[in-house]
């Protein structure tokens, strides 16, 4: 049946492809729009205004989700923060988690708060917490190549008898590295020679270590003559910092000895220190561990008793592992990385609030 030029079916048919058409173009047009108020929303956030007044206001449960979320935080590291910031009207930790100054005041006042209570074990996670946090931070600088090494920092080159050689980062370019050659490495057996591999470390600001493989070009002198070593980029770059938590330098005198272990009446080890005691020096310590130097020659895998004097805290006695045991051939110093077995809880909370001087 055909139909008549002119009529409404036709008429509706001819215009169909149109409306169609015209639908379309407004849904794309209404997507257009909605697409470009949320860029000016997104741009809008990203201004240093709006950021300077999220920081400013009061943290709330959700900036705390969203800060887990991003950061990885367990369910219990979160509300723990939370609580904290809720308690002394936090500014917006969102913001603020990586604000070494503003996370420790938080934090100190937390710690003052829990001591006052004699909450030793809220303590401990408390420090828990910040180590975390600080971890988090620290891996957020992590750096994938020698290309990162800024210039003027400094790389080290160990060597056989416990000796280091520190070189100045004097120019970091697309295709190498110009070290500086320190005046007591120059011209002895442990000075590499062009084409020998080598291995270097290097601290970054942030005091996480770094160790690098990478092969000498060729040694040159800069301007006024200076020595410098040229190697090559690496991006086989590996993070060493695996301990625990933070350690802090001591340098003072200590006491230890050997231990006797003896099985109590549940089948728990129960440990004493032996008669003999020895005089060592307490290089650093952490909540978890610690490092003596001493010219005893003592191996690892031996437990010790030792006490510790840590400044403006007291003595206190920790029963620990050797875990490492490295010998300076120039010296005669043994220093031994001990590993906690045994320690008091507030002792340990003493030896964290130290190192993060709270």
């Known amino acids: 049946m055909d139909i008549a030029t002119g009529s409404p079916l036709a008429a509706r048919q001819t215009a169909l492809p149109y409306t169609v058409m015209a639908g379309a173009l407004i849904g794309i047009g209404i997507l257009f729009v909605l697409w470009l ?7 809008r956030k990203e201004s240093p205004e709006y950021i300077e007044a999220q920081k400013n ?11 887990a979320k991003k950061i990885s935080l367990t369910r219990q590291e979160a509300l723990l923060l939370y609580n904290i910031c809720f308690r002394f009207k936090s500014r917006n930790i969102y913001y603020l988690w990586n604000d070494t100054e503003y996370l420790d005041n938080l934090l100190s006042q937390e710690f003052v708060r829990l001591r006052q209570k004699n909450a030793e074990a ?5 420090f828990k ?3 975390r946090l600080e971890k988090i931070e620290r891996l957020q600088h992590n750096i994938p190549s020698s290309h990162n090494i800024p210039e003027g920092e400094t790389m080290t080159l160990p060597a056989t008898g416990g000796r280091f050689y520190s070189f100045k980062v004097l120019k970091n370019d697309q295709d190498s590295i110009s070290l500086e050659v320190p005046k007591n490495l120059e011209g002895t057996e442990f000075c590499p020679k062009p084409l020998d591999k080598i291995v270097m470390t290097y601290m970054s600001k942030q005091s996480i270590q770094y160790v690098l493989s990478s092969r000498v070009i060729r040694f040159q002198h800069g301007p006024g003559g200076v020595p410098e070593m040229v190697i090559n980029h690496s991006n086989a770059v590996s993070m060493q910092n695996r301990r625990q938590f933070k350690r802090a330098n001591i340098g003072n005198q200590c006491l230890f000895s050997a231990v006797e272990e003896k099985t109590g ?3 728990e080890l129960i440990y004493a220190p032996k008669e003999n005691k020895y005089e060592g020096v307490l290089a650093d310590v952490s909540a978890g561990g610690c490092m003596i130097q001493t010219k005893l020659p003592i191996k690892r895998d031996q437990k010790l008793w030792i006490k510790l004097n840590i400044p403006e805290r007291g003595e206190f006695e920790a029963y620990g592992l050797i875990v490492s045991a490295q010998k300076n051939n120039e010296t005669g110093v043994f220093s031994l990385h001990i590993s906690f077995i045994e320690i008091d809880e507030k002792n340990r909370n003493d030896i964290f609030a130290y190192v993060y001087n709270y």
Request: net charge positive; proline share 3%.
């Open 57 to 67: 206001r009061p943290t709330t449960l959700k900036d705390v989700q969203a800060l």
């Open 265 to 267: 009446k549940r089948g």
């Open 129 to 131: 917490l910040k180590s």
């Open 37 to 43: 108020l949320w860029r000016i929303v997104q741009k």
């Open 122 to 126: 809220d303590i401990f996670e408390l």
